[in-house]
C-alpha cells in the first residue's frame, strides 16, 4: 500500500490565488482527516470525512476554505481566497477502525 | 474536548536513557494513542491504549492508562538518536492534538 498520498507536496502562491490540495486515503479507510500545522497553533483539525461526508468542519477557519470527498477514494481542500496567513503545512490523513495514517503533507506558502 | 494534552512540552536526555512523556485528557475515552512526529513529516502511529488495557508494550516502547487519573505515559527505554522526534497523544475519534512533546536525544 502507497500510504495516504497528498500533492503537491510543496506550493507557492501569491494571495488572492485559488489553492488545491489534493488526497488520496489509503483504500478500505472509511475516515479522512484534513489538519494544519503551524509553529503557533500547532496541530489544527479543520474538517473529517466519514464515508465520504463531512461530519465536522467546525475546524474550517472562514468561509475561504472548503473540502469535498466526492468519492472514497479523493479529497480536496481549497482555499479561495488564499491569504498570507494560510501558510502553513497542510495534512491529510484516514483511518479505519484504530489508528491514523497521515500523508507526507503539503507545505503551502503564500506570499 | 477530545484532546490530548502532552507533558513535558521539551526534553533533551543522553542517548541510552530512558525518556518519558506524559498525556491528559478531560472526558472519558474508547482508546488512546500515541504518534511520532519527525520534522518536515506527518504523524507516525505508535500504540493504541483501550480504556480496559492498563499497560502495553511495543519493541522499546510501554504505554501506561490511568483512567482515574485520565493520563497516559508514553516511556521510551534505552533512546538512540533517531528517537529526536515530536509526541503526541490522541483520544478516539476526531483526534484533536495537543501541542506535543518535542523530545531531542543527545549523542
Known amino acids: 500500500d502507497a500510504g495516504v498520498i497528498q500533492s503537491p507536496r510543496h506550493e507557492v502562491t501569491e494571495m488572492g490565488q485559488e489553492v488545491t490540495l489534493r488526497c488520496k486515503p489509503i483504500?478500505?479507510?472509511?475516515?479522512l482527516f484534513w489538519y494544519r500545522q503551524t509553529m503557533m497553533r500547532g496541530l489544527e483539525l479543520l474538517i473529517y470525512?466519514?464515508?465520504?461526508?463531512?461530519?465536522?468542519d467546525s475546524g474550517m477557519p472562514e468561509d475561504r476554505f472548503s473540502a469535498k470527498m466526492p468519492n472514497a477514494s479523493f479529497s480536496t481542500l481549497k482555499i479561495q481566497p488564499s491569504e498570507p496567513r494560510d501558510s502553513a503545512v497542510y495534512f491529510c490523513?484516514?483511518?479505519?477502525?484504530?489508528?491514523?495514517?497521515f500523508g507526507s503533507g503539503t507545505r503551502l506558502t503564500v506570499v | 474536548s477530545q484532546q490530548g494534552e502532552e507533558d513535558p512540552q521539551a526534553l533533551s536526555i543522553q542517548e541510552g536513557e530512558n525518556a518519558t512523556m506524559n498525556c491528559s485528557y478531560k472526558?472519558?475515552?474508547?482508546?488512546l494513542q500515541w504518534y511520532r512526529q519527525n520534522s518536515g513529516r506527518g504523524l507516525v502511529h505508535l500504540i493504541l491504549?483501550?480504556?480496559?488495557?492498563r499497560e502495553k508494550h511495543s519493541g522499546r516502547l510501554r504505554v501506561t492508562l490511568d483512567t482515574s487519573k485520565k493520563s497516559s505515559s508514553l516511556l521510551i527505554t534505552a533512546s538512540r538518536a533517531a528517537d529526536t522526534a515530536s509526541y503526541f497523544c490522541?483520544?478516539?475519534?476526531?483526534?484533536?492534538f495537543g501541542k506535543g512533546t518535542r523530545l531531542h536525544i543527545l549523542p
Open positions: 490523513a484516514s483511518s479505519a477502525t484504530s489508528g491514523y495514517t
Open positions: 483504500s478500505g479507510h472509511n475516515s
Open positions: 470525512f466519514n464515508n465520504n461526508v463531512p461530519i465536522d
Open positions: 472526558t472519558s475515552i474508547n482508546n
Open positions: 491504549i483501550r480504556s480496559n488495557e
Open positions: 490522541g483520544r478516539d475519534d476526531k483526534i484533536i
